[in-house]
């Protein structure tokens, strides 16, 4: 007895031109992805830095706010110094790169403009400690961080009434994810004493 094998057997298998079409589609596939993820990077980067001038910002007045609504005097000066060397004479305007605010009548805090280094900080009385509150901060000769105003906005010559304290920051942000400083930013706000002013 003869066995006979079948030769109907068919061996399935891809082709070249079936494996080119699938590896172009998983290639467009992937680069899609790809392009996805780099749009979403590129985006992050671009709200990171504004995020986090919004931050610094909050991190400079956060003690500030709160001081200056229960300061019982408040005082500025061109440069930090000490003793503090406040602007009282009269007709003089009340603007400069240094704030000294008396929580009581026996402790102050200050807030100045390092120039050396461009930042900003914050000094307690009878304390070393130095807080460091942010850099990169831009000062020309006519724009003073630290101003009295009255309530009409005027820039006071004298200690008259409750003043206000404007506040006016300029600083460059980091971009990110060059880490070059060039996102310009600028936080401007005014701030109202509760108690009135006693010399």
């Known amino acids: 007895m003869q066995i006979s ?8 298998g891809v082709t070249l031109v079936e494996m080119l079409i699938s590896i172009g589609l998983i290639i467009m596939v992937l680069a899609v992805v790809l392009s996805g993820h780099l749009y979403g990077l590129r ?8 995020l986090q001038a919004s931050q610094a910002s909050r991190d400079m007045v956060k003690y500030l706010i709160s001081e200056v609504y229960s300061a019982a005097n408040v005082y ?3 440069s930090y110094s000490d003793p503090f060397h406040a602007i009282t004479n009269v ?29 900003l900080h914050r000094a307690v009385m009878g304390s070393t400690n130095i807080n460091f509150l942010g850099d990169s901060i831009l ?13 009409a906005g ?20 980091t971009n990110y994810p060059t880490g070059q400083k060039i996102d310009y930013h600028k936080f401007e706000t005014t701030i109202s004493r509760r108690s009135s002013f006693s010399s």
């Open 5 to 12: 094998q079948s030769s109907t057997s068919q061996r399935s």
């Open 43 to 50: 985006l992050y980067s671009l709200c990171r830095s504004k």
């Open 76 to 78: 500025v000066a061109n």
């Open 91 to 119: 007709g003089a305007l009340r603007q400069g790169n240094a704030l000294q605010i008396w929580l009581d009548a026996s402790n102050y805090v200050c807030y100045y403009f390092d120039a050396d280094n461009a930042s």
């Open 139 to 151: 000062v020309s000769g006519t724009n003073h961080i630290f101003t009295l105003r009255d309530y």
């Open 154 to 173: 005027q820039i006071l010559t004298n200690e008259t009434g409750n003043v206000s304290v404007h506040i006016r920051l300029e600083f460059q942000g």
